[in-house]
């Protein structure tokens, strides 16, 4: 005999098992003591357990075992009053511990079908019986996946994960693709008896939802709440698992900078090898230029604009030097440990063999640094255009063979991104290789590289507002022609972001393009005419600069 948490009773179908999560350690002090449980989410201990309980924790230490097996030991016998009351603390004392403890269902043959696994602080299980006439459906978050072993389903939304350990298991979640009965899918199923008890543990996992029938003799589908929930509207499930793999709190994942290959040399260098054709060396400016030129830090934070036509010329070789140089070329080369040896005097070659991580004007995950810059040019004196790959330790262009084809399409996705009837002048596409990222950091590393092409970003912004061009963020891009045009691997090196660089619109050179104050459609508040006075700023040094 098996009981549901709520209390009712199922006779016959899948024996219930109950082990301990893999990772769960315990600690016993004494035959007599308290039992200490050791796990991912902290220690917990089980004072003055009774023999039941002991027994029933130490052998599930091991694997899944039946309360009734330990039950069984009873001298009262199974059914007394004495066997009822030790079942009943039993499982009082288990569902203290829910977020520990794995609960399993075996077939008749002693096959597992399935387990049901906490994976949060907060995991709470508690199966019950779903009437026949219930419809049910798979949720539209859940996915459905293979650990490489079995077949595994999760959902952002789900406080467990589901581990499908039969044929008969992947079997009944092909049944729940679409609102279907509890009493359809236990027609459908072949052990039918058992299909109760599988739904019930799909259900109280929220792998499965439940929906209120229609009204009878009535054309409408069953209304399950996630579909209603205005919360999920923005999601999608691709994002919202996202956004809780890449956090803590909803997950049993390890996360952090853990290294998880081991410390070890990163298997991607920090500099990449250079191309096979000569490079060409960008400008280098003067602090003592900059210094004298440069706007204040607020004048290109409120003059800062998104420009997305150029009609005022092409971005000369020096500019592009410049703005590579302020933005993103390695001050230094950081080892750990030291060479043994070299001393502070390394050669450039050796320095860039050795080093693990580097230090560059803008910040960076750990200075790991997994950006990479690439340029389609396209009128740019002194360039020809094409594709070139920027070396930030040699602060130099690196020409590359690009497919005419590929680079044709991404042109032509950026001008539609920004209605721009033709390409800018020219165009960074930054890529992350992710082993740089993901040697060092679990988890987190697709997180990480997009708030480091962020702040990179925010950089250019700054940056091309204080040199006077044009810049705009690129929102989308086509990470196909983007790795067909530079020659790259899309699975190792994929494209994330783009940046467009231009000359500064046409115009009075005190508005930046888009709505103008006295546009019906803006509001002013907080300050607003600060931008105009610091595109003031920016056209009176204009001048001066570009002489």
């Known amino acids: 005999m098996y009981s549901y948490d709520d209390g009712s009773v199922w006779l016959d179908g899948p024996v219930e098992l109950w082990s301990l999560r893999e990772d769960v350690a315990m600690t016993i002090e004494s035959d007599d003591g308290p039992l200490r449980l050791h ?7 089980v004072r003055n357990p009774t023999a039941h309980v002991r027994e029933a924790l130490q052998r599930m230490r091991l694997g899944p075992i039946s309360l009734e097996n330990v039950l069984s030991k009873s001298p009262a016998g199974e059914g007394s009053v004495e066997d009822e009351a030790e079942h009943k603390e039993l499982r009082m004392a288990l569902d203290r511990l829910q977020p520990l403890i794995v609960r399993s269902l075996s077939l008749g043959s002693g096959q597992l079908l399935l387990s049901v696994v906490p994976i949060t602080a907060r995991s709470r299980f508690r199966p019950a019986p779903v009437p026949p006439d219930t419809f049910l459906r798979m949720s539209t978050f859940a996915q459905f996946r293979t650990s490489g072993h079995e077949y595994v389903l999760e959902s952002p939304l789900g406080q467990h994960r589901v581990q499908l350990h039969s044929g008969e298991a992947v079997r009944l979640l092909g049944l729940l693709g679409r609102p279907v009965t509890a009493a359809e899918v236990a027609r459908a199923w072949p052990d039918a008896g058992g299909a109760d008890h599988a739904i019930s543990y799909l259900v109280a996992s929220g792998m499965v939802l439940t ?5 009878e003799n009535s054309d409408e589908e069953p209304v399950f ?13 691709v994002d919202l698992m996202f956004h809780t793999r890449s956090t803590f709190g909803l997950h049993d994942i390890d996360l952090g900078g853990i290294y998880p290959f081991g410390r070890g040399r990163c298997p991607e260098p920090v500099v990449k090898p250079p191309a096979v054709a000569p490079a060409i060396t960008l400008h280098r400016p003067r602090w003592e230029d900059l210094c004298a030129a440069d706007p204040p830090l607020i004048a290109a934070a409120e003059g800062r604009c998104s420009a997305r036509d150029y009609p005022s010329g092409p971005v000369r070789l020096a500019e592009l030097g410049e703005l590579l140089y302020r933005t993103a070329r390695i001050r230094s080369l950081i080892t750990f440990p030291p060479p043994a040896g070299t001393g502070t005097a390394v050669g450039e070659q050796a320095a860039r063999d050795e080093a693990h991580l580097s230090d560059r004007p803008y910040p960076g995950a750990g200075g790991c640094y997994e950006l990479e810059i690439y340029a389609m040019v ?29 680079a044709g399409t991404l042109l032509r996705c950026v001008g539609a991104a920004v209605g721009s009837d033709g390409p800018p002048p020219v165009l960074l596409t930054i890529a992350a290789r992710f082993q740089r990222l993901s ?24 940056t091309c507002t204080a040199m006077r061009l044009g810049a705009c963020a690129i929102g989308s891009v086509h990470a196909d022609a983007a790795a067909r045009a530079f020659g790259t691997d899309w699975l190792t090196e994929p494209s994330i972001a783009q940046f467009a660089i231009g000359t500064e619109p046409a115009g009075n050179g005190t508005e930046p393009s888009g709505p103008l104050d006295d546009d019906p459609g803006r509001r002013t508040a907080n300050d607003a005419d600060w931008r105009a006075r610091a595109r003031s700023i920016l056209v009176s040094g204009r001048d001066s600069r570009s002489s």
């Open 211 to 215: 929906a209120r029938s229609p009204a």
């Open 39 to 45: 796990s991912r989410w902290g220690n917990v201990t």
């Open 225 to 237: 709440a996630e579909d209603a929930d205005p919360a999920l509207k923005g999601w999608t499930p």
């Open 439 to 462: 040697w060092k950091y679990a988890g987190i590393p697709y997180s990480l590289a997009l708030m480091d092409v962020g702040v990179l970003i925010q950089s250019l912004y700054l």
């Open 378 to 406: 396209s009128d740019c004196p002194d360039l020809p255009t094409g594709a070139y790959h920027y070396n930030p330790l040699g602060h130099e262009l690196e020409p590359l063979a690009t497919d005419e084809a590929a």
